[in-house]
Structure formats: structure tokens, C-alpha cells
């Protein structure tokens, strides 16, 4: 989905990410308890569970740094949140297993964000998702969309849609919906898709004046939301001409993804600055005067100055040279607003979606990435100087792998982690095989049924963790001998009896 970045010559020769200590920091969050300012997000432990596995896989270091052993612990963490009813939970509290009834359910429901975060770590695990109960999720997945189009986060008391309205939850639906169904649309093992046009004019009527879009019709636009927004546009296969998509109608109106792409894009470049830090960001003569030397912001604006302004002039005596004040340029949220670590993803990864990456610095902004936010223990902070956090460390690293930072793997923009999870995704043989891909024919089985993992085979001896060169095969214990989809694409028979494990050596 992404346009390569081309690194400045000399640059990629040395990546200026000091990858050692960003490993032990990812590993100290993986293998150790959090620090306490973390407890307040307990509910939110599949979020946290995927930054990490996936930091650790976009620095290479997720498989070094795990044993097959932990890697099975850490899916059998995420499958114990599936919900009954589809979808996944952010986090096993609410879980009232067999005490669960019709009374207490509403307070132990399914979670559209948590649901993308299971699915993506899973997936980044090695699991093939065959333990995914696609058919429920699909089904919830229906329940959770608006009658405007919009998505929420969960369903609560008389299957009342709950939770915001803006595109944080539409990408965190379609990204479910990309991940179980592809692009296909029609009916899927039996569920029909999502109210796709109806969310794509949910997004449209939320771009705003000057090419951004926001939470909702009339309000700021935000980097973060337009990111969303693009993002699900492309997991819908619906950006404008030119960019992978399509025009399409709805009703007689020619409907395209975005109302007006080359301001989206000009909005996008704007996002950048050289505004850094609060201290930056303050009036130092308080006047308030908008000149280049003492307006707060205008000095720090990325802007071309072939004709300056002859009122300007008199002021360019104040200003530091070209080269040193465009050494870093960080990206803001919003205009007006200090750089922040997050925003170089939200920014960098829109633009790679829509093919005009080259059209940022993309040298300064790795520049001021690696220079300002980086922490000396590993991590990112959100602004210079500030301790490193689980979500700003995640998005710096990244941003980096869109910006092409040889340190990191390169990154899929609109799933936000590595090219090479996207690869395993692509080429798992249930969804070859549900998307009709040549030579994946075959029977499409859904997980309604248990499906046994031969990794922890039962009353077989056999130990599969210790065969380090061998393919694990799945089948479901099937009441009539049924012949079932195993993890590798063949079949096999499981009698009524017994859990079959299945080895084929490589």
C-alpha cells in the first residue's frame, strides 16, 4: 500500500536508532510489570499486548527475544478474551464465564478496537486465526454499525450502540473486516457485509474546509482522525482515482472516497513544523504580532521563500539560517500546535497510503524523531525531554519504518505494523481459499467448532515444541469422523475418540 521512501544518501548508513536499548525497553514491557501509571488501562491490556509484540517484531527482535513456548502463551492470553458472541474483550475482567446470563452480560461486552488489536498480534504470533470464530465476529461486526455509518466500540444494555461516532472506530471495524474477509463483498460464511457506502459518506461528511477531516461534520480537523479515515477508505478499496480506488455511485451521486484529494494532501504537508517543544511554542515578546520574528508560531512555519514579502524583510535579520532552523521538523495534530512523536506516524502513514510520501521531509523528520523525542533508555516520548511511553514509542518506531529507516521493518501503513505480519496474513490458506485465490481450492471451515492446537497435544506423549523444524497441522475434534481444514491447507480425519496431532517435517 505504501510509496518506498528514498533516503538521503549517507543517512541510511547509520539509522541513528540505538536499536539495543529500544529492545530491552519492548522486552522490560513484555517480561516485566509496568510501571503503575499503566493500571488505569487494565481494561485496555489488548491494546498494550499489541504495541509491544509488535514493537518488538518491527525491531526484529520478537522471535530472538521469545520461545516458541511463551509465543503459544501469549494466544492462548488473547483467545481466552474471545467473546461468546463475536469479537474480543480488552481484557479478561469482565469475563463472568458460566455465571454469565442475560442480566449481567451488558457488562461484559465485545470491544471493537480490542478486537483489531487481538486479530493483529495474533496474527504477528504466528497463529493462523484458525481459532477465530469469523462467523460470530462477522455477525457482531453487523451489530456494532449506525444507521448514519459510523461505527461504535461496544453494545450495551438492550444491544445499544456505545461510544463515539468519529473513525477511530470505523478503521479499528474495517480493519477487522479487512483481516477475516479481504476486500470481498457480498455475503462471507453466510453474513452479509457491512453498510460499506453509507460509512464512506459518513467520512466524506466529515472532511473539513481546508482538506482534513474530523471526528464529526464541522469540527477541527485532526491528523489522528484523518488518518482513520484514510486508512479505512483503504481497507474498503475506496480511495479516490489514482490512488488504488475507484469512483463509485451511490444512489445517483458519484461517490469517491475523499471530496477533494489534493487538499488532503496539501492539509498533510502542512502537519509539518519546526515548533518542537511548549518552550518553542511560547510568545517570547508577548505581542501577539504576526511577523516571522515574533509571532509564537509563524516563525517555525515549513514554508518556500523564492519571493519573500518586502514587509518581511526587515524582520529575516532575527531569523536563524535556513539550514539550521529545517535541521528538524517534527509534525503537528493540528495547525497551531507543537510537534508531537504520534504524529509523525498519523502524518508519514496517510501520505504513504496516498502515494505522496515524497512530498515531506522525510529526512528531517526521521532527524527530529531520532534527535528529540528518542529517550536515552529506548522509547519515544511524546515531546523532547519527556519519559517514554507504550503509545509514543510504538507510533515513533513506526513512523520510522514508513519513513524507510533501515533499523526497522518496513511498515504496511494502513494496518500500522510490519510488511511481514501483512505477509502472513496474506498468504493464510482459510483466507486464500474465502477469497477465491487460484490454486487455494478447497473446503472453507469456519472455528463455530473447537479447534485443537497440536501444541498441547492430549494423551499423545509427544512433546511438538521440541521439533523446531516441523509443521503443526490443526484439526477439531469432530463427532462423526468429519474431515476438517488443517493448519497447513491438507486434511486429515479426526475420530469421535481422540485429538489427532499431525507432524510433517519441512
Known sequence: MAQNATIHPGFAAHSGLDRAKHI?????????????????????????SFFIISALDLLGALLPSTTPAERADYARFLYSCQHPEGGFRGFPGTDFGQLRNKQNKQWDPANIPATYFALSTLILLGDSLQRVNKRACLRWLLQ?????????????ENGQIE??????????????????????????????DINVDKLVDCIRRSQTYDGGISEAPFHEAHAGFTYCAISTLSFLDRLPNGV????????????????????????????????????????????????????????SFVKTRSVPAKSDETCEKDRPPPAVELQWIGFNGRPNKVADTCYAWWTCASMAILGKLNLLSYTENQLYLLSKPQHAIGG?????????????S????????????????????????????A??????????????????????????????????????????RAHQNLQVRYVRRGSEGETTLCGDGESTVASHDSDQVTLRGE
Open 423 to 464: 505477509t502472513l496474513l496474506k498468504n493464510m490458506l482459510w483466507r486464500k481459499r474465502l477469497l477465491g485465490e487460484p490454486g487455494s481450492e478447497g473446503p472453507l471451515v469456519d472455528s463455530d467448532d473447537e479447534v485443537i492446537e497440536t501444541a498441547e497435544p492430549r494423551g499423545r506423549g509427544v512433546d511438538v
Open 144 to 156: 456494532m454499525q449506525r444507521e448514519d455509518g459510523s461505527f461504535g466500540e461496544i453494545l450495551g
Open 163 to 192: 461510544g463515539g461516532q468519529d473513525t477511530r472506530f470505523g478503521y479499528c471495524a474495517t480493519g477487522i473486516r479487512y483481516i477475516l474477509r479481504g476486500h470481498k463483498t457480498g455475503s462471507v460464511l453466510g453474513m452479509p
Open 24 to 48: 530491552n525497553y519492548w522486552k522490560r514491557c513484555l517480561k516485566t510489570y509496568l510501571p503503575h501509571q499503566y493500571t488505569s488501562n487494565d481494561s485496555n491490556r489488548l491494546m498494550l
Open 380 to 392: 519515544f516520548g511524546k515531546l523532547p525531554g519527556d519519559p517514554p511511553d507504550i503509545y509514543h
Open 244 to 299: 488504488g480506488g475507484h469512483l463509485y455511485h451511490y444512489g445517483n451521486v458519484r461517490l469517491s472516497g475523499l471530496t477533494d484529494l489534493d487538499l488532503t494532501v496539501r492539509w498533510f504537508v502542512s502537519r509539518q513544523t519546526t515548533t518542537l517543544d511548549d518552550e518553542e511554542a511560547a510568545d517570547t515578546y508577548s505581542d501577539e504580532t504576526d511577523t516571522t520574528a515574533t509571532c509564537h508560531d509563524a516563525h
Open 394 to 421: 510504538y507510533l515513533g518506531l513506526a513512523a520510522l519504518g514508513v519513513l524507510g529507516n533501515d533499523a526497522v521493518k518496513p511498515v504496511d501503513p494502513a494496518l500500522c505494523f510490519s510488511k511481514h505480519g
